[in-house]
Nanobody, 121 residues
């Protein structure tokens, strides 16, 4: 079993920055994709950013140029640096990882518990 622990959410004013972090623990063979999703009230969960095992990244158009995703493979962590935050970035942010099980060698997906980000004056 794999556990994901998120940290770094909070309340900020427009234009400010926040950094989210997610640490994975447990037993697995390899972690090939890590990412962040978000869900605003009464909206569907949406992709924010993902990063592959080789470092390739993909961002939602709404955050491109403002957010930066990174990962530390040695520590099994993924981070999201969020700059120039806007009120429309307000949402619960979820960490997501895709990995291969160490026992079955089958792919599995895990989600964090979510962390609230609120951008408001």
């Amino acid at each position: 079993q794999v556990q994901l622990v998120e940290s770094g959410g909070g309340l900020v004013q427009p234009g400010e920055s926040l950094k989210l972090s997610c640490a994975a623990s447990g037993s697995f063979f390899s972690m090939y994709r890590m990412g962040w999703y978000r869900q605003a009230p009464e909206k569907q969960r949406e992709l924010v950013a993902v990063i592959g095992s080789g470092g390739g990244t993909n961002y939602a158009a709404s955050v491109k140029g403002r957010f930066t995703i990174s990962r530390d493979n040695a520590k099994n962590t993924v981070s999201l640096q969020m700059n120039s935050l806007k009120p429309e970035d307000t949402a619960v942010y979820y960490c997501n990882v895709n990995l291969l099980s160490s026992t079955t060698m089958l792919p599995s997906t895990y989600w964090g518990q979510g962390t609230q980000v609120t951008v408001s004056t």
